[in-house]
């Protein structure tokens, strides 16, 4: 059939032939003008980039894709004698794998996807850009292909420039074409595959096969990979556990795009289509830390600024950005438990309504190799990371329970007292000519009277131990809690002129600043190991791609003889168990069949309560009191040792009663309780010590003869008498 035009629009073109003429004209001269308009900006702006451009500083150090990435806190799992995952730090999501690493499959479904010519351009898929600009404009295909190279998209997300204009994506396929020169193509499809973004601050195929399969990168399945390859084309509209339905219809394109580039066969297409996909995390974060974690993090931290010399800052980076490995001491068991009893407001007295804040409390528990427990840094619930830790970093005045670090256990080491030595109840003249001190419950310092040993530390005197002081010296007391204990919060002289080598602070612990209670736990380890101080450790390793960057064991060091250090231990363990003890004694019904050394420790004004003490298993420092200082009630002292005591048994459950070894060639003996002499069968009443061999009282003169010494099958010697009362 032959078209003939019809005679109106015959009509119409010969009249308005020159209108027609000369619209045509004008619509040329404005597309003429455009053409050469746009040809001088694309020209200008080329010129403009090609001046500009340094390839070398532009370019991303492809090298540098394994330095940022999570790090993961390990712990040992006792049943089985193997370190487990236990939690992923908050940093960045992202597990470096390398290539070998990635499966094939994997590698193929992002290239199909993403940039199918990957392997033959050289930096830019040119007729991929033109196909994905006029796809832009005109519509023709809604299938969801970009038209950046896996080159370029590495680019973009390294120097995270994603803006729309015309310049920075010149630059970008400036930087793609160089860094193809720089880098071969498995180094960059190695750096994509770490860096491609997932949903959830998930990035990389490492932490996307751990967070959304629950395997390791190598273990993927093809569907699995093509689920991955998947959610990077938009993380918040494939997330597979808000939008499976949409991720599911990404995966079958990303499978038909591998089919119809032969990267799989019919079969596993047909399987992997088939293959039903199970959405689960194998890595463990968590949005709260516990204390030991936070913990940890500082001491790493500290541990690489003496090791390379880092700031603070630096270290922490390395640690949420450096994909470590830290092996932790910690065991989560444990560590739950003791968390639960400072969570339960049950275990605190009421607040008074004369409180002006909550009284706090922490705990830090270790073992007498230095290796730490548990620790608790606050009461209630911890509902965020990296808070005030009262375990740690909080000074504390000690009271009372310096005195055996301070004054008693010089005094036994240096031979001037013993067991049951004599001493003088009464108080000292300083230089000023004040009498001083008085004991607790006392109006006036006592200027007569005489005690022993054993009774002055069951029933914490003050005047005892300042009489002690004069003949050790405060410097030389200072010296050895300083540089043998390392307690690290005393002051030798600061700009107040305060110093802490004076008779009060040494003597009854009102120092300048006060201690922490993790360095009160180290310094007490020496009375239940035989006088050994092996430094605080949270952790054992630390690893970086493989690489051991920080070793942590403690080494033991011998501060105090072994003799002396199992005098302080029985001096210690009848604080518990004598009739003079002070508030330890509420302890001796709760460990039947175990031997328990401990001291409290209460400030002059009230401020601060203590106990520090030890089994034959921990020793442990706990503190209770307020943040501002507030006055604690009589009614409410008893606190830190019940915290102690809840504490210390629910990381006992389950043991037998146990005895300290560590005894060294201490003697067992009777003692008059009047003397302190070694009793005879005369003595009315005695007492059970330990003595140095080197250093053993005479025999009760007061009340008859000596008594018999015989050797135990340990070759411990035992001196004994008739009618032994123990005390």
Not at 350 to 356: G, H, K, M, P
Not at 560 to 582: F, I, P
Not at 699 to 727: M, R, Y
């Amino acid at each position: 059939m032959t078209f003939q035009k019809p005679d109106w629009l015959d009509r119409f073109l010969t009249q308005n032939k020159k209108l027609l003429s000369l619209l045509g004209k004008i619509f040329m001269t404005l597309l003429l003008v455009l053409v050469i308009t746009g040809t001088m900006v694309l020209c200008a702006l080329t010129v403009y980039v090609a001046t500009n451009f340094d390839g070398q500083t532009n370019l991303p150090d492809v090298d540098s894709i394994n330095k940022n990435q999570t790090s993961i806190v390990m712990t040992l799992n006792e049943s089985t004698g193997q370190y487990e995952e236990f939690e992923r730090l908050s940093g960045i999501k992202r597990v470096f794998v390398s290539l070998n690493d990635i499966p094939v499959n994997m590698q193929n479904a992002v290239i199909s996807i993403e940039d199918e010519r990957f392997n033959e351009h050289f930096g830019v898929d040119w007729k991929r850009t033109v196909s994905a600009f006029a796809n832009l404009i005109l519509k023709f295909n809604d299938t969801e292909y970009g038209g950046s190279t896996l080159t370029q998209q590495l680019i973009k997300v390294m120097t995270g420039n994603d803006d729309h204009s015309i310049q920075r994506k010149v630059i970008e396929i400036l930087t793609a074409i160089e860094m193809e020169k720089y880098y071969s193509k498995e180094e960059i499809l190695q750096a994509y595959l770490n860096l491609m973004p997932l949903s959830s601050n998930v990035t990389g195929v490492g932490a996307g096969a751990n967070y959304f399969f629950g395997v390791e990168a190598k273990d993927l399945t093809l569907a699995q990979c093509a689920a991955l390859a998947s959610i990077t084309n938009n993380p918040v509209k494939y997330d597979p556990y808000r939008r499976p339905e949409n991720l599911r219809r990404r995966q079958r394109l990303v499978l038909r795009k591998m089919y119809e580039l032969g990267s799989i066969t019919a079969d596993e297409y047909q399987q992997a289509l088939g293959e039903e996909l199970h959405f689960k995390s194998s890595a463990k974060s968590s949005a709260v830390s516990d204390w030991y974690t936070d913990m940890l993090i500082d001491d790493v931290a500290a541990e690489l600024v003496d090791t390379y010399g880092y700031t603070d800052a630096q270290a922490k980076n390395m640690i949420f950005y450096g994909g470590l490995t830290i092996y932790s001491c910690e065991n989560p068991a444990l560590q739950a438990k003791v968390e639960a009893i400072y969570a339960d407001d049950a275990n605190f007295p009421e607040q008074s309504i004369t409180d002006e804040a909550v009284p706090q409390a922490a705990i830090y528990v270790m073992d007498y190799t230095g290796k730490t427990v548990a620790v608790v840094g606050g009461r209630g619930e911890k509902t965020a990371n990296r808070i005030f830790n009262r375990a740690t970093d909080s000074l504390r005045q000690p009271g009372s329970s310096i005195k055996p670090l301070s004054v008693y256990s010089p005094a036994v080491q240096l031979n001037l007292i013993h067991f049951s030595s004599q001493v003088k109840d009464c108080y000292i003249v300083l230089k000023d000519g004040t009498k001083w001190p008085k004991n607790v419950n006392q109006s006036s310092p006592r200027d007569n009277g005489i005690t022993l040993v054993d009774y002055a530390v069951q029933a914490s005197m003050n005047t005892v131990p300042a009489q002690l002081m004069q003949t050790i010296t405060p410097k030389r007391s200072f010296d050895f809690v300083t540089t043998s204990l390392n307690i690290s919060s005393l002051v030798t002289s600061n700009e107040k002129n305060q110093t802490d080598i004076d008779f009060a602070p040494m003597t009854l612990g009102g120092l300048t600043a006060g201690v922490y209670p993790r360095e009160m736990a180290a310094a007490y380890q020496i009375f239940g190991n035989g006088g050994y101080y092996n430094e605080p450790y949270s952790f054992t390793k630390v690893e970086q791609n493989g690489e051991v960057i920080l070793q942590k064991s403690s080494t033991a060091v011998q501060v105090l003889d072994e003799n002396s250090a199992y005098v302080m231990n029985r001096l210690l363990q009848h604080v518990v168990t004598g009739d003079r003890g002070a508030t330890a004694r509420a302890l001796r019904n709760s460990w039947k069949g175990w031997e328990v050394f401990a001291k409290t420790g209460t400030t002059q004004q009230n401020n601060d309560v203590w106990l520090v003490g030890g089994t034959p298993k921990y020793v442990a420092a706990s503190w209770f009191g307020y943040d501002k200082n507030q006055k604690i009630s009589n009614q409410n002292k008893p606190t830190a040792r019940n915290l102690w005591n809840k504490t210390m048994l629910a990381l006992h459950e389950g043991m037998e009663p146990m005895s300290f070894e560590n005894k060294g060639t201490t003697v067992e003996a009777a003692f008059c309780a009047e003397t302190g002499q070694l009793a005879t069968p005369k003595c009315p009443k005695t007492g059970t010590g330990v003595y140095k061999p080197d250093f053993m009282p005479e025999p009760c003169t007061k009340h008859g003869d000596p008594v018999s010494t015989t050797t135990d099958s340990t070759g411990t010697s035992t001196i004994f008498s008739a009618e032994t009362t123990l005390s």
